[in-house]
C-alpha cells in the first residue's frame, strides 16, 4: 500500500504561502472569538492562533463569558463586521448547544468569512468560485491533486454530508469532471458504491468503519475522521486490516499525519486570499 503524507502536502504549500506572506503587510487583524469555557472550542481556538503566529499574522481575542445567548454573539459580530481594521472572524466551535448555528453563521460579512462557512461562501463554491474554500475540504482536493490521483472521470465516493467537507467537495470534484457519489447514515447498500469506488473520501468518525468491507485494489481513501481508540488518534480506515499483497497498489491517507496536517495550511491560504479581495 502507498501512504499519502499529509506532511509533503503541507510543507509544499507552506513554502508557497510563505513567499506570498512574506512581503505583504497585514495592516488588518483577524478576530478569534473564543470560549475559554468549552474544552474543544479552547483547543480550536488555540490551534487557529498557532498557524496564524507562524506567518506573522495579526489577531485578537474575544473571549465569551460562560453563558451567552445569539444576541450577545450577533453583537459581537455585527461590531466586527463593521469594523474596518478586521479582515476575517473566527467563530467558537462547536457552537454551544442553545445557539442557532446558522443564524450566527450568516451574521457574518461573507467578505470576513475565513472558513467558507456562510451560506454565501458555499454558494460561491457552487458556481466555481474556489477563493474562500472550508478548509477541510480543500486539503482533500490538494492531496489528491499534490500526488497526481487522477479526479476526472474518477468514480468518487463522498461518506459525509457535513457543510465543511461533503457538500463543498460535491462541487470542487464535479468541477474537476469526477463522478460524484454522497452517502450517509440513509444510504442503502454503501458497501457497493465503496467497492466500486476509483477514490473514497471518508468522514465518518467510526474506528474500523472500512473493516470487512471491499475496496477497490487500485483505489484511494481520503481519511478525513478523527477517532480515539486507547488513547490513540485513529481515523475511520485501518490500513492494517487490508491484505498487503492483494492491496499493493491502495493509497490512503494516514491519521494522524494525512488531511489534519494539510487543513490549516489551507486556512491559511483562505486568509491570504482575504487580504487579497
Same mark, same amino acid.
Given at each position: 500500500?502507498?501512504?499519502?503524507?499529509?506532511?509533503?502536502?503541507?510543507?509544499?504549500?507552506?513554502?508557497? $504561502?510563505?513567499?506570498?506572506?512574506?512581503?505583504?503587510?497585514? %495592516?488588518?487583524?483577524?478576530?478569534?472569538?473564543?470560549?475559554?469555557?468549552?474544552?474543544?472550542?479552547?483547543?480550536?481556538?488555540?490551534?487557529?492562533?498557532?498557524?496564524?503566529?507562524?506567518?506573522?499574522?495579526?489577531?485578537?481575542?474575544?473571549?465569551?463569558?460562560?453563558?451567552?445567548?445569539?444576541?450577545?454573539?450577533?453583537?459581537? #459580530?455585527?461590531?466586527?463586521?463593521?469594523?474596518?481594521?478586521?479582515?476575517?472572524?473566527?467563530?467558537?466551535?462547536?457552537?454551544?448547544?442553545?445557539? %442557532?448555528?446558522?443564524?450566527?453563521? %450568516?451574521?457574518?460579512? @461573507?467578505?470576513?468569512?475565513?472558513?467558507?462557512?456562510?451560506?454565501?461562501?458555499?454558494?460561491?463554491?457552487? #458556481?466555481?468560485?474556489?477563493?474562500?474554500? @472550508?478548509?477541510?475540504?480543500?486539503?482533500?482536493?490538494?492531496?489528491?491533486?499534490?500526488?497526481?490521483?487522477?479526479?476526472?472521470?474518477?468514480?468518487?465516493?463522498?461518506?459525509?454530508?457535513?457543510?465543511? !467537507?461533503?457538500?463543498?467537495?460535491?462541487?470542487?470534484?464535479?468541477?474537476?469532471?469526477?463522478?460524484?457519489?454522497?452517502?450517509?447514515?440513509?444510504?442503502?447498500?454503501?458497501?457497493?458504491?465503496?467497492?466500486?469506488?476509483?477514490?473514497?473520501?471518508?468522514?465518518?468518525?467510526?474506528?474500523?468503519?472500512? %473493516?470487512?468491507?471491499?475496496?477497490?485494489?487500485?483505489?484511494?481513501?481520503?481519511?478525513?475522521? !478523527?477517532? $480515539?481508540?486507547?488513547?490513540?488518534?485513529?481515523?475511520?480506515?485501518?490500513?492494517?486490516?487490508?491484505?498487503?499483497?492483494?492491496?499493493?497498489?491502495?493509497?490512503?491517507?494516514?491519521?494522524?499525519?494525512?488531511?489534519?496536517?494539510?487543513?490549516?495550511?489551507?486556512?491559511?491560504?483562505?486568509?491570504?486570499?482575504?487580504?487579497?479581495?
Amino acid at each position: 500500500m502507498v501512504e499519502l503524507s499529509g506532511d509533503e502536502v503541507k510543507r509544499f504549500f507552506e513554502n508557497q $504561502f510563505i513567499t506570498r506572506a512574506k512581503d505583504r503587510k497585514f %495592516d488588518k487583524k483577524i478576530i478569534i472569538i473564543e470560549n475559554p469555557y468549552d474544552k474543544s472550542a479552547a483547543s480550536y481556538a488555540k490551534s487557529k492562533k498557532k498557524i496564524l503566529e507562524s506567518f506573522n499574522i495579526p489577531y485578537e481575542i474575544e473571549s465569551l463569558p460562560e453563558v451567552y445567548d445569539n444576541e450577545y454573539l450577533l453583537k459581537k #459580530i455585527i461590531r466586527f463586521n463593521e469594523d474596518l481594521s478586521v479582515t476575517g472572524i473566527f467563530l467558537p466551535m462547536p457552537l454551544g448547544k442553545n445557539i %442557532d448555528q446558522r443564524l450566527i453563521i %450568516d451574521s457574518i460579512d @461573507p467578505s470576513k468569512d475565513i472558513e467558507g462557512i456562510t451560506s454565501a461562501s458555499l454558494g460561491k463554491i457552487m #458556481i466555481g468560485d474556489e477563493t474562500i474554500v @472550508p478548509p477541510t475540504a480543500m486539503s482533500i482536493i490538494s492531496i489528491l491533486e499534490f500526488y497526481k490521483i487522477p479526479i476526472e472521470s474518477a468514480n468518487t465516493v463522498i461518506i459525509n454530508r457535513s457543510l465543511i !467537507i461533503g457538500k463543498p467537495l460535491i462541487f470542487l470534484l464535479l468541477k474537476r469532471n469526477a463522478t460524484v457519489t454522497i452517502c450517509h447514515t440513509k444510504t442503502k447498500e454503501i458497501e457497493k458504491h465503496i467497492k466500486e469506488a476509483d477514490i473514497v473520501i471518508s468522514g465518518v468518525g467510526r474506528a474500523h468503519f472500512f %473493516d470487512n468491507k471491499e475496496l477497490k485494489r487500485d483505489g484511494t481513501l481520503i481519511d478525513a475522521s !478523527i477517532n $480515539f481508540e486507547n488513547g490513540k488518534m485513529i481515523g475511520d480506515f485501518c490500513p492494517q486490516n487490508l491484505n498487503q499483497e492483494l492491496y499493493n497498489n491502495f493509497k490512503y491517507t494516514p491519521v494522524p499525519g494525512g488531511v489534519g496536517v494539510v487543513t490549516n495550511i489551507m486556512l491559511i491560504r483562505n486568509i491570504l486570499n482575504a487580504f487579497e479581495l
